[in-house]
Every structure is written in C-alpha cells, then in structure tokens.
C-alpha cells in the first residue's frame, strides 16, 4: 500500500530539548518537503529536497535541520533554538518531471507540544 | 512577491445549497494550481490539479476552475460530509515545486 508515513503522530517534549519527527515514503518520489501548520494560518514551508544528498531551506527554516541520506526518508530535527515549535507538522512528497509542480501527497501530520 | 488568497474564510451552507470558495493568486509563470481538502488533525488530501486558464477537473460534487488571476471550488448540492477546509496552493517561483498555500476556507454544511 503506497504512500507517506510520519510517526508518532502526537509528540510532547520539554523546551530545550531536540526532538526529530519521521517521514517515509514508498512512492518513489523525488521530491519531499516539510511544512508547518499553525491555527489559522496556512501551511508554511521549513525545508524541502528534490534529491538525495541535498536540499534547500524553505520560508521558516530557522530553528529546524533536515537529512536526506536516502529517497525515501527525510526526517526533520526540531531544535532547541526554534522559538515556537509547538504545532502541526506535515511532510509531503511528489514526483518531479522537468519544470512543472505536480500534486504533493501529504502524510497524517505529527502534533508536537513543547512545554 | 508570490501570493495565495482564498475567500472567504469560512462559509456555513445548508445540505443542497450550492456555493463557490475562491482562490486568487500572484504567481510569476504559473506552473499549477492545486486544490486540496483538509480534514480536521488531518494532513491534505489532493483534490485537482489545473494548468491552463479554462481548464476545469469535477470530482462527485466538486468543481475546479482556473482562470488568469483565479480557480473556483463550486460545491454543487453540498452535503454534511463534504464539511472540511480546502485549501489552495501554487508553485513557488522562487522554491522549485515547493508549493504556496492559502489559509484556506473552513466549509461547514448543516443538514
């Protein structure tokens, strides 16, 4: 059964404390992206990477870091220095054909509570 | 700088009233508009894809349409379980395909 995984998907830790979210997918897509999704906000994109071994800082990167040693997995690190980290996280992932966005796919989304 | 828009920001119909949620947006060399819905503690699940201004996709009660500056979500004869938020999104210029998304449209159908 293809599609994207995050785990868990509810999360408490301390403030101070690093805390990494989990993202696979068996899609085999190219491209995977972390957003962030406050109340009444829309979904804000904190990092993405459209190949191994690479990827680009989104919008609100500060206080997150991210790997991509293998195409299925990319897993975010919050760190101590975010500011905020309470919130919704959702990874996505899509395919990636030349210059035009094709539709993401998201995974269930991790709730992670800082306090 | 690249923008999405949708209104309004919440619309509360009866079962059978039709209605229409718009997206607006500022995106150099448009190269996708998608619509998606949002169920609540959810992550989005992709509803259409758009190109190319006339272009529509239809899905049960849902249509998507895409014109220059703006798509239309129409809900034809809504129903209780099409209650959700649908949000709107386009490519970044400026992120690869990393996408921008609106805030979206809290829909709410009472039977």
């Known amino acids: 059964d293809g599609g994207i995984t995050q785990s868990p998907k509810y999360l408490f830790r301390k403030e101070g404390q690093n805390v990494t979210l989990s993202c696979e997918q068996n899609l085999n897509h190219d491209a995977m992206y972390w957003y962030r999704q406050d109340p009444g906000q829309g979904l804000r994109l904190i990092y993405y990477?459209?190949?191994?071994?690479?990827?680009q800082k989104g919008d609100i990167a500060e206080g997150y870091s991210v790997s991509r040693e293998k195409k299925e997995s990319f897993p975010l690190t919050v760190t101590s220095a975010q500011k905020n980290p309470t919130a919704f996280y959702l990874c996505a992932s899509s395919p990636l054909i030349g210059a035009y966005s094709y539709e993401q796919y998201f995974g269930p989304g991790t709730r992670l509570t800082v306090t | 700088e690249d923008q999405v828009t949708q209104s309004p920001e919440a619309l509360r119909l009866q079962e059978g009233e039709s209605s229409s949620l718009n997206c607006s947006y500022t995106v150099s060399g448009l190269r996708g508009l998608f619509w998606y819905r949002q169920d609540p503690g959810k992550g989005p699940e992709f509803l259409f894809t758009?190109?190319?201004a006339g272009e529509e996709k239809e899905k049960e009660r849902l249509k998507a349409t895409l014109t220059k500056k703006e798509s239309f979500l129409h809900i034809t004869a809504p129903k209780p379980e099409d209650s959700a938020t649908y949000l709107c999104a386009a490519p970044s210029g400026q992120a690869g395909t990393a996408l921008i998304f609106g805030k979206g449209t809290t829909l709410s159908v009472s039977s």
């Open positions: 990477s459209q190949i191994v071994n690479d990827f």
């Open positions: 758009l190109y190319s």
